[in-house]
């Protein structure tokens, strides 16, 4: 039986992750009163999981950051065609935290939460298509 490389578990490991949130922010807008909090926080972890796995497959160093922008530009420095893609989800960055807690914040409508789930599946999908069949 042939066990995969660190490279390609770990990668693998951060893409399924991505796909898990993605699929966490769907269900999370199927609730009678839809979660839009959560589902835009999974679909910010998405589109970040999925430009760490890119990055862990080109073996680039990230630094542990929420920024889609810090990240994203790495990412774009290796393949400038993924700059359509990584451009609309920079506005995910702040769903990382700004819903996470209580305050003054009204949560996002249902169609700022529907938008950010179809820019990280597109996200998702870009990765996808610039990496082997893991």
Known sequence: MKHPNPKTLET???????????????????????????????CQQAAEKALKGFLTWKEITFKKTHSIAEIGAQVI???????????????????????????????????????????????LKAILTKLPKL
């Open 12 to 42: 693998k490991q951060w893409l399924e992750k991505a796909k898990r949130d993605i699929e966490q922010a769907k269900h999370d807008l199927t609730a009678e009163t839809p979660y839009t909090d959560s589902a835009v926080f999974h």
């Open 77 to 123: 420095a290796i393949d400038q065609s993924l700059h359509l893609t990584i451009n609309p989800a920079i506005n995910l960055t702040p769903y990382a935290t700004v819903f996470r807690y209580p305050g003054d914040i009204a949560d996002p409508s249902e169609q700022e939460a529907a938008e950010a789930v179809e820019i990280a599946e597109n996200l």
